[in-house]
């Protein structure tokens, strides 16, 4: 396999854990914007255990991603207090609280970074990300999982139904925090090198668009939006060059222009998510659209159970 | 002597921030709605600005326009940008499924909307900051030892202008009434006769208006635009009106105060690199200790302004 298809197939497996980690709160009806605060968190506790007493990769990762979940845990408390926007903003500033943090800190590279000598192949993320789906796909079917996706319709119907909200939700914030750390750590290994520059608000935003788009009623709606925006920008390759000069020309810029940069790939993200909001709020992949494809009779409607 | 020097470089600062501040909590405060392309429309007003006043309107048609021309339609750019928000952003948030999440819907496309202007920006015109061709920085005064620039009072000046206009638009116009109307109810707004469709664009004109004039005063204060330029001030405006108090004009006017005074005395006491984890903590703090903020009321949305 090519040095550059490896490439691909990490990143991707890495984003789909990492969609994962910003699924699970969200699936329980809290917007989390401070995904790119949790895996650094993870990063930067792999690369400096790597870096620094040279322990193996699992224990690097594992240490990574508890640290991500305890801290996901702890916040959690305080920071699920708070609803609707506010709950954007915190954790919001949460992770430019933990950028700010590694940024000031002398241990661990501050703006300089830190190179990873313990380096993964790309199986090991993939395979990594394989368990990750089956996790969450379990979770999901689990009563933990129907508790959850009860809170993110209803909340105070399910609190009515005697279900401890609160446990709920904190728990899926922590769980999303520790596979957030877990992307994370991945990360750190399989690039060899972390710098706060590549974990800014932008990441959060990329990640929480994959599994709006991708749809959050289903476990199917993350691996979906993720690998489809992982691997458009491969798809678009050839296209792009061209609509590239059109536009140059159309906005007057003459002469030859660069090769279209990451831009693009944002600028479809964008879009694509303006149209999905008006046509499709709910995301890709819904409930409803999964039952139609199994291609049998849908499951029995309310009335003739009742 | 320093100290007084960086306080009034704060009161500077703190102004930009004000405006954009007082442009998120307007959105806020009648609509319920965090609008993510502020910082957006911030940086249009200044990057359009810029490139009319080194090359000119497109397609050949003048060449390089005056600076205060070039901010002028620049933050005619921004204006329209907003409405287009709008139109593609909140006009959809009609509560049709019945999720928690539902109030994400426009924040989310306007999260879409930063990604494609931001972006679309770069690939037009590079990732580089420029230098904004304004007035010379040397206009300054020295009032008893303390350097004060002349661009920056006249910026001072409109802010104030601004904000005092704005609290009379929405407390005694008829437009304002609709708008707090819609704050307090919109289905019972809409009742009585309030055109949502027709008012809403009105906060949307009035956001693109603010950043616009914000993004004007930096680019003339601080002499250079970038593609990333809104990043920075808007996150720190998002700090001020949470600071504030979401929805209040006058605590986003505080709150825009507060987070350009704290970031000035950081960089002053401890340097520059501890200015967001100063910021940001301040944020976390507020949101942690009183959501609502230091002029806020305890829900947002509920007509106030």
């Given at each position: 396999m090519s040095g550059y298809w490896a490439g691909i197939l990490s990143i991707l497996a890495i984003n789909v854990i990492f969609a994962y980690g910003i699924f699970l709160p969200v699936a329980t009806g809290q917007l989390n914007l401070g995904g790119a605060g949790f895996q650094a968190l993870g990063a930067y506790t792999a690369a400096y255990l790597s870096a620094m007493f040279d322990l193996p990769v699992p224990v690097t990762v594992g240490v990574g991603m508890v640290v991500a979940g305890v801290v996901g845990f702890l916040i959690a408390f305080p920071i699920l207090r708070t609803r609707g926007v506010y709950l954007v903003l915190a954790t919001f500033a949460f992770a430019e609280v933990v950028a700010g943090t590694i940024l000031n800190s002398e241990t661990l590279g501050g703006a300089m970074g830190m190179s990873v000598p313990a380096f993964i192949d790309w199986d090991v993320p993939v395979i990594v990300a394989a368990c990750v789906t089956l996790f969450v796909f379990y979770l999901m079917s689990t009563r933990f999982g129907l508790t959850m996706r009860a809170t993110h319709d209803d909340e105070v119907v399910t609190d009515l139904m005697g279900v401890n909200i609160r446990m709920v939700q904190v728990s899926a914030f922590a769980i999303g925090g520790a596979l957030a750390g877990l992307a994370g750590g991945l990360y750190a290994h399989s690039f060899s090198f972390v710098e706060i520059?590549?974990?800014?608000?932008l990441v959060s935003i990329y990640v929480l668009l994959y599994v709006l788009l991708g749809g959050t009623?289903?476990?199917w709606g993350p691996l979906a939006g993720a690998a489809f925006f992982t691997l458009l920008p491969e798809l678009l390759r050839t296209v792009l060059p061209q609509v590239k000069s059109f536009l140059a020309a159309l906005v007057g810029i003459e002469g030859p222009v660069g090769p279209p940069d990451d831009s693009w790939r944002f600028v479809i993200l964008g879009a694509l998510t303006i149209a999905m909001m008006v046509?499709?709020?709910?995301?890709?992949?819904?409930r409803t659209m999964l039952e139609r494809l199994r291609f049998r009779r849908p499951s029995p409607s309310k009335e003739q159970v009742a | 002597m320093l100290l007084i020097q960086q306080f009034v470089n704060s009161l500077m600062l703190g102004s930009v921030y004000v405006t954009v501040a007082v442009a998120f909590t307007l959105t806020i405060g009648v609509l319920n709605f965090l609008n993510f392309t502020i910082p957006t429309l911030f940086m249009l007003a200044g990057m359009i600005g810029w490139a009319l006043a080194y090359w000119g309107l497109p397609f050949g048609l003048s060449g390089p326009l005056p600076w205060p021309l070039a901010l002028f339609f620049g933050m005619c750019v921004s204006i329209l940008a907003s409405l287009l928000v709008e139109r593609f952003t909140?006009?959809?948030?009609?509560?049709?499924?019945?999720?928690?999440?539902?109030?994400?819907i426009p924040l989310v496309s306007s999260l879409g909307f930063l990604l494609v202007l931001e972006n679309l920006v770069r690939i037009g015109y590079g990732t580089d900051a420029q230098r904004f061709p304004g007035p010379s920085a040397d206009l300054t005064m020295s009032i008893g030892g303390i350097f004060v620039r002349i661009p920056q009072v006249v910026s001072l000046g409109i802010v104030v202008v601004i904000v005092v206009g704005l609290t009379w638009l929405l407390n005694r116009s008829r437009i304002g009434r609709g708008l707090r109307a819609i704050a307090e109810n919109p289905d019972a707004a809409n009742i009585l006769g309030v055109d949502t469709n027709r008012v809403v664009p009105v906060v949307f004109m009035l956001t693109g208006l603010l950043c616009g004039l914000a993004g004007a005063l930096f680019a003339v204060n601080y002499g250079e635009v970038s593609p990333?330029?809104?990043e920075d001030i808007g996150t720190k405006a998002i700090a001020g009106m949470v600071v504030g108090g979401l929805g209040s004009i006058w605590g986003a006017v505080l709150g825009g105060l507060i987070v350009g005074l704290t970031e000035m005395m950081t960089i002053h006491f401890f340097g520059a690199d501890t200015v967001q984890v100063a910021v940001w903590g301040l944020l976390l703090l507020t949101l942690l200790l009183r959501p609502q903020g230091l002029l806020g009321h305890h829900s947002i949305g509920k007509g106030k302004l």
């Amino acid at each position: 396999m090519s040095g550059y298809w490896a490439g691909i197939l990490s990143i991707l497996a890495i984003n789909v854990i990492f969609a994962y980690g910003i699924f699970l709160p969200v699936a329980t009806g809290q917007l989390n914007l401070g995904g790119a605060g949790f895996q650094a968190l993870g990063a930067y506790t792999a690369a400096y255990l790597s870096a620094m007493f040279d322990l193996p990769v699992p224990v690097t990762v594992g240490v990574g991603m508890v640290v991500a979940g305890v801290v996901g845990f702890l916040i959690a408390f305080p920071i699920l207090r708070t609803r609707g926007v506010y709950l954007v903003l915190a954790t919001f500033a949460f992770a430019e609280v933990v950028a700010g943090t590694i940024l000031n800190s002398e241990t661990l590279g501050g703006a300089m970074g830190m190179s990873v000598p313990a380096f993964i192949d790309w199986d090991v993320p993939v395979i990594v990300a394989a368990c990750v789906t089956l996790f969450v796909f379990y979770l999901m079917s689990t009563r933990f999982g129907l508790t959850m996706r009860a809170t993110h319709d209803d909340e105070v119907v399910t609190d009515l139904m005697g279900v401890n909200i609160r446990m709920v939700q904190v728990s899926a914030f922590a769980i999303g925090g520790a596979l957030a750390g877990l992307a994370g750590g991945l990360y750190a290994h399989s690039f060899s090198f972390v710098e706060i520059q590549s974990f800014n608000a932008l990441v959060s935003i990329y990640v929480l668009l994959y599994v709006l788009l991708g749809g959050t009623q289903t476990a199917w709606g993350p691996l979906a939006g993720a690998a489809f925006f992982t691997l458009l920008p491969e798809l678009l390759r050839t296209v792009l060059p061209q609509v590239k000069s059109f536009l140059a020309a159309l906005v007057g810029i003459e002469g030859p222009v660069g090769p279209p940069d990451d831009s693009w790939r944002f600028v479809i993200l964008g879009a694509l998510t303006i149209a999905m909001m008006v046509l499709r709020p709910e995301g890709l992949i819904t409930r409803t659209m999964l039952e139609r494809l199994r291609f049998r009779r849908p499951s029995p409607s309310k009335e003739q159970v009742a | 002597m320093l100290l007084i020097q960086q306080f009034v470089n704060s009161l500077m600062l703190g102004s930009v921030y004000v405006t954009v501040a007082v442009a998120f909590t307007l959105t806020i405060g009648v609509l319920n709605f965090l609008n993510f392309t502020i910082p957006t429309l911030f940086m249009l007003a200044g990057m359009i600005g810029w490139a009319l006043a080194y090359w000119g309107l497109p397609f050949g048609l003048s060449g390089p326009l005056p600076w205060p021309l070039a901010l002028f339609f620049g933050m005619c750019v921004s204006i329209l940008a907003s409405l287009l928000v709008e139109r593609f952003t909140f006009r959809y948030l009609k509560t049709k499924y019945g999720d928690s999440t539902e109030h994400a819907i426009p924040l989310v496309s306007s999260l879409g909307f930063l990604l494609v202007l931001e972006n679309l920006v770069r690939i037009g015109y590079g990732t580089d900051a420029q230098r904004f061709p304004g007035p010379s920085a040397d206009l300054t005064m020295s009032i008893g030892g303390i350097f004060v620039r002349i661009p920056q009072v006249v910026s001072l000046g409109i802010v104030v202008v601004i904000v005092v206009g704005l609290t009379w638009l929405l407390n005694r116009s008829r437009i304002g009434r609709g708008l707090r109307a819609i704050a307090e109810n919109p289905d019972a707004a809409n009742i009585l006769g309030v055109d949502t469709n027709r008012v809403v664009p009105v906060v949307f004109m009035l956001t693109g208006l603010l950043c616009g004039l914000a993004g004007a005063l930096f680019a003339v204060n601080y002499g250079e635009v970038s593609p990333q330029m809104g990043e920075d001030i808007g996150t720190k405006a998002i700090a001020g009106m949470v600071v504030g108090g979401l929805g209040s004009i006058w605590g986003a006017v505080l709150g825009g105060l507060i987070v350009g005074l704290t970031e000035m005395m950081t960089i002053h006491f401890f340097g520059a690199d501890t200015v967001q984890v100063a910021v940001w903590g301040l944020l976390l703090l507020t949101l942690l200790l009183r959501p609502q903020g230091l002029l806020g009321h305890h829900s947002i949305g509920k007509g106030k302004l």
